[in-house]
């Protein structure tokens, strides 16, 4: 991707020229030049100053901007300016404008305002980047695209009627008759059967609990409208600028944006890219990794782009803490060293005007002599050595399994208790983060060959053939953690035949007979025979099949009964986690797996270091960031290498500073 383009690490800023005047363009060149900012992404917001009317553009500033970053060797983003539709769109096809659950139309004078199956906006958005791709796609300069701005993170959906007539045709094409759409929603029960396609609607507000069904293919209708938006703005950049890569940034709490099922996106992108805004105050280091390997997993392992972060605080949680001196620099640098090879900032300058007047800048509102900008300089400094490091790739032997389809339907109403996917799954991957062990997050259908260990949290909805991936991979010698709440649905969140966890029952030796969900004040322990947990959430009531017991639970009346479970299935292993334990319990559990299926860390390093190792043809690099605010000592052991952000030669022992880093090359 990126790295495929240029030998250095891309270092830049989402910059948005047209928010000041003309006069103040030099100085942002040379104040970029000063930082060691090489690209931009430009043009993001900018629809209406670039097409003040349906018949009219207005390219000649942005030739302007495009000229000046061109002198001045700063490389450019180009953004295909779709995120915000002008005010004239939504006056002459109010039709455009997404409509909610209840009817009500949202209206223009934020962003993002646009129904994805609108043919206006789809129209007139693809004829505006025909413009931008015939004015600039052969322009020295430019040399990627992103499309649109974090598709569905405002509106995760639109109900109108377009959007509706969409839906019956979507659902046509997946089913070919009403007989099997009915049989699949389960429409028998409260009198829901369809007789007509027309019949049919999207999930808009109900009396009770809606369609799980329906709900479902809505989440996947959703989804698949806003790629569609992507991709129709995607064929013509690459008609008439094949050359250039195409992305869109991708967003959401952890990277997992409900809306859009990134891995299936991810297929449709030349490369990932990100957009990370952790809490500075209560981020934890090990949630940021795991949005960074979900990005390097979307891509298969592939470099990757920040394409967003704060340089220090954002303005639209309800406290805005700023990034503690060096804080922006190390979380850079573990974006770096989890994969990414472009690292930018929003915004540039601060604006003056506007919803994120409050939001930190690469410059900000006082200028260059501010703590933040003289930090952007450093670390613009640094990354110019860093090169190196582009490209390289991260061996891991655990994967972890997350998908779009579980997380939606795990989350929809009237299951035995309230679930959070997002949680459950970044519970496991934290457990394993503190001893720094190398996690690729993967698709339930992923080749697991190259694994010794699999992860699979609340595997609750399975598709056809994810569980014989599961058992053959087990079968032939490897090992699988799996959780409660697994093999309960099929693809349309029908209860499986046959007991739970359904096609996982002789993979892992168990019945579920039945579930209840932990109130937040009840208390219930797991044991086993060393050590005992508080759990939460979840009880599965579980009977032996074969499998023997690892713990069990303490209180009521599944006192004795089993609550972790270890099945030997062909030449492997097969855990279930029956409830979600105390994460010093899951990390001691998983580390004894991971030890007994031979699977050990880089480095060992103190409690609140990061090590993680990218490896390319120049080498490995061995990436050692301080999440604490002590000096930490290092033992490297036999190794030895130069530190690429000093230049110092490193051996046996040494220090890195509170929020320090250190990036060794140990050839
Ligand atoms: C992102 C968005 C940017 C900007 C930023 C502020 O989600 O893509 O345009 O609004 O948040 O933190």
Known sequence: MVADRVPCVFYGADYSPEQWPESVWPEDMQFMRRA?????????????????????????????????????????????????PPAWLGRL??????????????????????????????????????????????????VMWTVNNEYGNHLAACYCDACATKFREWLREKYGSLDALNEQWGTAFWSQWYHDWAEILPPRLTPACSNPGR?????????????????NEKKVLKELAPHLPVTTNFSGPHGLLKSANYFAWAEHVDFVSFNSYPDPHHADPADIAFSLDLQRGLGRGRAWALLEQAPSQVN????????????????????LARGADALVFYPWRAPRAGAEKFHSAMLPHGG????????????????????????GRIAAEVALIVDWENYWALELDARPGPLDYSEIVRSYYRALFEPDVAIDIIQPEDDLARYKLVIAPALYLVRDGVAENLSTFVGNGGTVVMSFFSGVVDASDRVLDGGFPGPFRKLLGIHVEEMEAIEPTMSRHVRTAARSTKCSQWIDLIELEGAEVVAHFTEDFYAGRPAITRNAFGRGLAY????????????????DICEETGIRPPLKVPAGVEAVTRENEHGRFLFLLNHSTNPQFIELGGLEGTDLVTGQALTRQFQIEPRGVCVVHVG
């Open 36 to 84: 060691g900012v090489n690209l931009v992404t430009l043009g993001v917001f900018s629809w209406a100053r670039l097409q003040p009317s349906p018949d009219q553009y207005t390219f000649d500033w942005l030739d302007r901007v495009v000229g000046l970053l061109h002198e001045n060797g700063i490389s450019i983003n180009l953004a295909t300016a779709t995120a915000s």
């Open 93 to 142: 096809h109010p039709e455009s404008l997404p409509q909610n659950g209840h009817g009500a139309r949202y209206h223009h004078g934020s962003r993002q305002h646009f129904c994805p199956n609108s043919a206006a906006y789809r129209d007139h958005g693809a004829k505006l980047v025909r413009q931008l791709a015939t004015r600039y796609g052969r322009h020295p300069a430019v």
């Open 215 to 231: 709900q479902l293919d809505y989440h996947r209708f959703m989804s698949e409208s806003l790629l569609g938006c992507f991709l």
């Open 316 to 335: 639209w949680r309800k406290y805005n803490a700023v990034k503690r001196p060096g804080q922006m620099r190390l979380w850079t640098y573990q974006a």
């Open 368 to 391: 260059p002599d501010t703590r933040v900008h003289r930090e952007v300089i450093q670390l613009g400094q640094e990354l110019s050595r860093l090169g190196l490091v582009c490209g």
């Open 576 to 591: 279930y986690i029956g409830t979600q334990v105390e994460m010093e319990f899951l990390r001691r559990l998983l580390v």
